[in-house]
């Protein structure tokens, strides 16, 4: 079977974010033998698409445009929609981010298309790409295929294996002009918060700390193990109703979903909306001084004790390797 794939490369922080290469990932095992077509959208994009070629994208459609500098609906809209309407693909693919789950049924509408979101994992069967995603929180998964018409899908970050970077392919990087006018929408600034280290949906690693952190400065320790683990700080709605830490911090069914290798729970219950943003973690270890807290019914490691004396050691052990 041989399909014509759309994938869009979403740029961060002047870099390409994995989840783009997690979708050239997928693409490859929804083509079957056809073509794997990137789209990049914003002002200077042109520069990453040799990378997306890497990646395995056979060509890549830039459009660039000054007002395509921030992100907005009707300005991605109207850009992928012209590159949708020039290349006639059967298949989508963007990521499952903040990005991903605003603009994917914007599109999916205005193209009258179905649309799988949240995908895990993608297999194909028959001849035709089947998407796994979590339904229920987590609880349960479903497979979806689309038989007939467009498929469009949004993959899930740090799920689908990205295909290995060869830097000797090469492929056609070509612009398509689009008229990027009365924009309903105009960014005029954008105020960022400083973010300590690693992306939290893309991190490997995640030091997560809940209610029994106790407060701001009971993160320090946690802040300090993810440092030396290379990962990223999280935390549960407890914690952050708590004024332990931000918002922008919070994992589960209300925050944020996250699949990172390894998964450290401090002082966090285990409360059914935090699993649904944690529970598909690689490896979780949970840390809390009550040993029927529900997080250890998920743990593949458990630590009965306290935080407080345990991440120190874990600290020291892990800075000496
Ligand atoms: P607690 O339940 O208070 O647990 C604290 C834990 O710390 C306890 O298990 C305790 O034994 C342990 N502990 C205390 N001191 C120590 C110590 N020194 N060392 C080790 N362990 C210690 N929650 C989320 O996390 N994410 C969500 O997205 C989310 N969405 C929600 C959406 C809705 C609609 C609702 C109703 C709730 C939502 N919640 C969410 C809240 C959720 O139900 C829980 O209230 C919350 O997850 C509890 O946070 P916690 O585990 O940090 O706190």
Do not use: W
């Not at 038989?147 to 799920?159: K, Y």
């Not at 949906?201 to 995640?206: D, F, Q």
């Not at 943003?277 to 458990?302: C, H, L, R, T």
Request: aromatic share 6%.
């Amino acid at each position: 079977m041989a399909r014509k794939v759309l994938i869009l490369g979403e740029i961060r922080n002047s870099s390409l974010r994995n989840v783009s290469f997690e979708a050239i990932g997928a693409a490859r095992i929804a083509a079957g033998e056809g073509e794997i077509v990137g789209v990049l959208i914003g002002d200077h994009v042109q520069l990453f698409g040799n990378e997306l070629i890497q990646y395995g994208a056979d060509r890549v459609v830039t459009v660039e445009d000054d007002k395509l500098k921030q992100y907005t609906s009707d300005g991605f809209s109207k850009a992928l929609l012209a590159v949708i309407n020039q290349e006639n693909p059967e298949v989508i693919i963007i990521g499952h981010t903040s990005l991903g789950k605003d603009l994917s049924p914007r599109i999916a509408s205005k193209l009258d298309s179905g649309l799988i979101s949240d995908v895990t994992s993608i297999e194909e069967i028959d001849g035709n790409p089947v998407f796994t995603r979590p339904i229920y929180s987590g609880k349960a998964f479903e497979r979806k295929v689309i038989t007939d018409g467009l498929v469009f899908a949004t993959i899930r970050p740090n799920n689908i294996e990205p295909l290995v970077k060869d830097e000797a392919r090469s492929g056609e990087i070509s612009s398509l002009s689009v008229d990027i006018r009365d924009l309903r929408t105009i960014v005029k600034n954008v105020v960022r918060k400083a973010s300590e280290g690693v992306d939290l949906t893309e991190a490997n690693v995640i030091v997560a700390g809940g209610r029994g952190v106790k407060s701001k400065e009971g993160f320090e320790p946690l802040k300090e193990l993810a440092k030396v683990l290379g990962g990223a700080v999280g935390a549960s709605r407890g914690a952050c109703d708590a004024d332990y830490c931000d918002y922008s911090l919070q994992i589960g069914q209300t925050g944020k979903v996250v699949t990172p290798e390894l998964y450290i729970a401090c002082g966090i219950s285990g409360a059914i909306q935090h699993l649904a943003g944690m529970s598909n973690s690689k490896v979780i270890v949970a840390i809390n001084k009550d040993p029927e807290a529900n997080i250890f019914q998920v743990a593949d490691y458990g630590i009965v004790g306290d935080l407080f004396e345990v991440v120190p050691m874990l600290i020291e052990e892990f800075a000496a390797v």
